[in-house]
């Protein structure tokens, strides 16, 4: 298939729009042909990923774009950073590194974009509608938009999305069309506990199942109540992006596109079933896990950024089981939340149970955590996935009350009714 | 010695020994770029190093991060020869392109046909040319 430009695509890659919108258009161009695109399509709001540090690479490349002039056309918000700007004392690495890290980020604000700092724009003002043309990156942030949204992104990466916000376009492929939005494999619940399926603590595991059998393919879930939360489906959906190219996935009688079975398969039948029962849950929660319960070090939490809502759970829950003094206990979320815990007093009282909130960042993409080394309790999917080899931890899963109680004791607590 | 044709995402040659992966690997939070290693401790290739191999993996996985983390390799001189995947992933590709923009050198990324794909093992030596043809010399080790 061959690639047809628009007039104002061609001016792009000519250069009328100056060097940085140039070099944007010739990435955008080739990764059209790479994806065989018939054509490019507009979009209408970005987020991005590459604020991020990961080497000095990207920042080379985010000067270079500044440099040439680069501005974003359509409203833009940035994902987390290496930095939590407010609180730079919180960077534990070298000077050097916190230095091309905030750079990184200033270099993204220097093109238009909004310095919201957050893997979860969902959940702040700019929510996509359904059905409109976006360009995000994150993997959480995009499966969150297709999936619990009905807005239609690729997994757009580091690079290609701030091509992407600087021409407001992107290859007219994948997710952005209607008809490559069809589930492909079913994964059917069965005879799951009514007490888990309203349990926050499901939904991690459930993600984290679905993406290691999906790998890029979009799941269908049956069996999921209608009455599942935003947060839940937040958390079902990073973890199957973690685990797997999750970027899509429907939940019958829950998201938008699959009011019905019908619907999520756009009227066909799924390549393939699996039946979920309990015992693979338990199984899936296990290897969350990289070591047995035991002592703990560390309990994060927020990831994705923790919401309001979230944060309402676990106030009584830390009144009443403060962390023990010698163990790390850091909550990730972003600056209009941690505004909101100020304002109401809860800030003060986490602090003054020894928590800390951070924001701008989070725990597994920079070094913020104070302990050496050690086991990192989450309730969260990602953070056990991702946590062992970006920062070296152990990891242990549990939910909220169980990281709760076992960072007041120092050590692993287990609610047994959870999985029974 | 084996010859096929693959799909080329992003252009170039090389040649280098096949490094399998049995599972996908998320390069971010799977590759640390300044020691070529992988250091997903969950992934049954944990501990290797990709520098200068030809990587066979099935897919990529996870973190729309993975770009950058291909684009720091290739500035460290700790990335793999080339990349050979059994599906399409634009995230791989698009750090390869940038790589290319920005220091005019990248792996080559070239997506195989399922019954190609499974005749590469571990060690065999791969040289890949800029039309996408795959020449496998079998590893007698």
Aim: with cysteine.
């Amino acid at each position: 298939m061959t690639l047809q430009l628009s007039p104002k695509d061609e001016a792009m890659l000519a250069g009328e729009f100056g060097e940085a919108t140039r070099m944007a258009m010739r990435i955008l161009t080739t990764m059209a042909e790479i994806y065989g695109a018939a054509h490019l399509l507009d979009i209408e709001l970005a987020h991005i990923d590459g604020c991020l540090y990961h080497g000095y690479s990207g920042l080379e490349f985010a000067e270079k774009l500044v440099a040439g002039g680069a501005q974003v056309v359509v409203p833009t918000t940035l994902n987390v950073g290496a930095m939590d700007l407010l609180h730079p004392e919180n960077f534990q690495g070298t000077a050097q590194v916190g230095e091309w890290a905030t750079r990184t980020m200033k270099a993204y604000e220097a093109m238009g974009c909004q310095p919201i700092y957050t893997c979860t724009p969902y959940q702040m003002t700019q929510r996509p509608t359904f059905g409109q043309q976006i360009a995000w990156a994150e993997s959480n942030a995009i499966v969150f938009a297709n999936s619990a949204l009905g807005a239609r992104t690729n997994r757009y990466g580091d690079f290609i999305d701030i091509c992407a916000a600087i021409t407001g376009r992107v290859p007219a492929v994948g997710l952005h069309l209607e008809e490559n939005r069809r589930g492909q494999i079913l994964f059917r619940l069965q005879n799951i506990p009514d007490h888990l399926l309203t349990d926050d603590v499901l939904f991690p595991v459930l993600g984290y199942l679905i993406g290691a059998h999906s790998r890029s393919r979009i799941p269908v879930i049956e069996g999921l109540r209608p009455d599942t939360t935003e947060d839940q489906l937040k958390a079902l959906g990073a973890a199957a992006a973690s685990s797997g190219a999750v970027a899509l996935f429907h939940a019958i009688g829950v998201t938008p596109e699959a009011e019905t079975f019908a619907d999520a398969f756009h009227g066909g039948q799924p390549e393939d079933i699996i039946t979920v029962t309990l015992d693979d849950l338990r199984a899936a929660r296990d290897r969350l896990a990289t070591v047995p319960d035991g002592a703990v070090q560390v309990v994060a939490l927020g990831s994705p950024h923790f919401s309001p809502q979230e944060f309402a759970q676990l106030m009584p829950l830390i009144a009443q089981y403060p962390p023990h003094p010698d163990v790390e206990f850091v909550v990730c979320t972003n600056r209009v939340v941690y505004a909101g815990l100020e304002k109401r007093g809860w800030l003060e009282q986490l602090q003054n149970a020894g928590v800390r909130v951070i924001v701008d960042t989070c725990v597994v993409v920079t070094p913020i955590v104070h302990s050496n080394k050690g086991t990192l309790m989450t309730n969260s999917g990602k953070f056990a996935h991702y946590a062992p080899g970006n920062i070296g931890f152990q990891t242990i899963f549990g939910s909220l009350m169980e990281c709760v109680r076992s960072a007041a004791l120092g050590h692993v607590w287990r609610d047994n009714s959870l999985w029974a | 010695m084996r010859k096929f044709k693959g799909h080329v995402l992003v252009t170039g040659t090389a040649k280098g020994a096949a490094l399998v992966l049995p599972e996908p690997l998320s390069l971010w939070g799977g590759l640390n770029p300044k020691s070529g290693e992988i250091i997903d401790r969950r992934h049954p290739c944990s501990g290797q190093i990709v520098t200068g191999r030809v990587l066979v993996l099935p897919a990529g996985r996870g973190s729309s991060s993975a770009s950058s983390i291909l684009l720091e390799a290739v500035r460290m001189k700790t990335a793999p020869a080339a990349i050979l995947l059994a599906e399409p992933d634009g995230i791989l590709a698009l750090g390869a392109v940038v790589a290319s923009e920005l220091y005019d050198n990248a792996p080559p990324v070239v997506v195989l046909k399922a019954q190609d794909y499974a005749q590469i093992n571990d060690h065999d030596i791969v040289q890949i040319d800029s039309d996408g043809t795959i020449s496998v010399t079998i590893s007698t080790n």
